[in-house]
């Protein structure tokens, strides 16, 4: 039984493996390699990596299950996919003049405060690098408020103050620990 046998075509057919090759851990190594390019012979992506592993590893089971295969292959290799470093395209990324923009445009959405308190959200999102989730979910007693004075200095600060515009002076961070 091929390993690509149940593709009509017989092309794809002649040019795959048999899948009593895959009993070689050479064999099965080179197999755990394919799975970490792309068609175009690119790196994959860890994620993409992971779930071609465990379709791979589901199928060789499901081979052993039919009796084509004594045992899986995987379990006799030791491997451990590349590591792959994934850059971001800085131009996809909101530089600081653009995060200021996009928080005062959402300052004139809506009424009531609405546009304030998206700017809440995104800001948060943005400065603290928070997920939407998690800035929905923040609660005042989840932020750290730093004071920053004229001199630049930071200090904590005591307690928030309300005023009829909302906080002052404060910048909400992430509480870490």
């Not at 779930?51 to 052993?64: G, I, Q, S």
């Not at 920053?148 to 009829?164: K, N």
Request: charged letters at 20%; glycine letters at 6%.
């Amino acid at each position: 039984m091929a390993i690509v046998g149940l593709y009509p075509c017989g092309g794809v057919e002649a040019a795959s493996l048999d899948l009593a090759a895959l009993e070689e851990a050479k064999m099965a190594r080179l197999a755990l390699h394919a799975l970490t390019l792309c068609l175009d012979g690119k790196a994959a992506a860890s994620t993409t990596i992971a779930r071609k592993r465990a379709v791979f590893h589901a199928l060789l089971e499901y081979a052993v299950e039919l009796e084509e295969l004594s045992a899986n292959p995987l379990h006799k290799v030791k491997w451990k996919p590349p590591k792959t470093t994934e850059t971001v395209d800085p131009r996809v990324v909101v530089n600081p003049r653009q995060a200021q923009e996009l928080l005062t445009a959402v300052t004139y959405i809506g009424r009531r405060g609405r546009g304030r308190r998206l700017m809440a959200l995104f800001a948060c999102m943005y400065y603290a690098a928070l997920r939407p989730a998690e800035a929905v979910g923040l609660r005042i007693q989840d932020a750290n408020y730093l004071y920053r004075a004229g001199d630049g200095s930071q200090s904590t600060y005591p307690a928030l103050r309300s005023t009829p515009s909302g906080p002052t002076a404060a910048t909400p961070t992430r509480n870490v620990g």
